[in-house]
């Protein structure tokens, strides 16, 4: 009996990991559906399955992995390298076809955040296959892969238990943690961590953080803002005390966000309400959400589609008093290319030259054809969304 060479801890590590992912991601990719939780763990796990196994071949390659006990038969050693190399190419290719799938997505385009953190991007140049045609031929691909790592787990796992058992024992011992036995001998002072590690992260980074650059991280970036007055305003809105919210549903939670950047043209005169008006302009790639899901939904084209739209107008107008410090007034929302008209009801408390005001109205989704693409019968995201405004202003002199 021969006693194999055990693997680096760093090897280990990594074929442990990459393990316990890929069995993750077939149980999560039979289990997801309906569930947007995991759907979103299963996207951030592949990803991290990429990651990993760009560290580890570049980690095999830089510290070659111990040789196969000399007992072995020449067909068995020319098996176990097949299966070995088929892994990696599965590695790749699984994580590879789940972004290629999400990126041709036509009909449910959800953004991918790693583990509600990190935005990850679609793959550019592949909207030939944004159809459906071409979307069901990468998921036929992508479903039939996992049948495939189920077969190579089993061969994987059949033949480190066999020769475990046979005359070269300890084959599975040096690819267990922890397990230093007699059947084993130390591996090789390893070398390479940094060169390994710093690819993954470099390429991770690549993906993720790069393409920010470009598009202007959130929006708004190298753009004017849009927190001024024009000067046919008779109040200077005090930005720092005022803001713009909005709540809803979404799977049956509440979410709720807010606008970073807008401004006001008010016009407002308690004694004179037939001349009284306001316009809002508030920049779309401004909103921020609860959850890093939800804003970068928010800036896709089927929602407030930034990149085409930039801002959104509410328009008030026909202001009425109804009572002590109660007012009404027609808000008109216009967001992309709909608008509607909905009833907008505040309180205004005006000491001296300072005005103080909170007020809302409730929008539906579907007249302004926010999230009708994927979600056209409010099945997941509600229809009533409330809108809520604060103002601290100060009249002008």
């Not at 011992?173 to 230093?180: A, I, Q, T």
């Not at 508030?282 to 930034?306: G, H, I, M, Q």
Request: proline share 5%; charged share 20%; net charge negative.
């Amino acid at each position: 009996m021969t006693s194999s060479a055990r693997y680096s801890a760093v090897a280990i590590a990594l074929h442990w990991a990459i393990a316990l992912g890929i069995i993750g991601m077939i149980a999560l990719g039979w289990n997801m559906e309906g569930n947007e939780s995991l759907y979103q763990l299963h996207k951030s796990i592949g990803i991290t399955i990429l990651i990993l196994t760009i560290a580890r071949i570049i980690w095999r390659v830089m510290n070659p992995p111990p040789p196969l006990p000399e007992e072995m038969k020449p067909l068995e050693k020319t098996a176990s390298h097949l299966v070995h190399w088929a892994f990696y190419g599965l590695m790749l290719a699984m994580p590879l076809t789940g972004w290629l799938l999400v990126s041709t997505s036509y009909d449910f385009d959800i953004p991918t955040v790693l583990y509600g953190l990190v935005s990850w991007p679609d793959i550019p140049g592949v909207g030939f296959l944004a159809n459906e045609t071409g979307h069901a031929i990468v998921e036929f691909v992508h479903s039939k892969l996992a049948w495939v790592a189920i077969a190579l787990l089993v061969l994987h796992v059949a033949g480190a238990v066999k020769h475990e058992f046979s005359a070269e024992e300890g084959v599975l011992k040096r690819m267990l943690p922890g397990l230093f036995g007699k059947t084993t001998r130390p591996s090789p002072p390893p070398h390479g961590f940094l060169v390994a590690f710093g690819a993954a992260i470099a390429v991770f980074a690549l993906i993720a953080f790069v393409p920010k650059f470009f598009s202007g991280g959130s929006g708004t970036a190298n753009e004017t803002p849009l927190s001024s007055e024009s000067g046919a305003s008779n109040w200077t809105v005090d930005h720092g005390q005022s803001g713009i919210y909005f709540s809803g549903t979404h799977d049956g939670n509440e979410y709720e966000g807010e606008f970073g950047d807008w401004s006001a043209d008010i016009q407002f005169d308690p004694d004179n309400l037939e001349d009284a008006s306001a316009v809002v302009t508030v920049r779309t790639a401004s909103a921020n959400a609860s959850k890093k899901l939800y804003t970068d939904s928010l800036r896709s084209a089927e929602w407030f589609n930034v990149s085409d739209f930039a801002t959104a107008t509410a328009t008030l107008s026909n202001f009425e008093k109804t009572g002590d410090d109660a007012y009404e007034a027609d808000l008109t929302l216009a967001i992309k290319e709909s608008s509607v008209t909905v009833p907008f009801t505040f309180e205004l408390d005006i000491d001296g030259d300072e005005a103080r005001m909170k007020g809302e109205a409730t929008v539906q989704r579907t007249p302004l054809n926010l999230g009708q693409q994927s979600d056209p019968t409010a099945d997941w995201v509600g229809e009533d969304v409330l809108i809520d405004v604060e103002v601290l202003a100060s009249r002008k002199s």
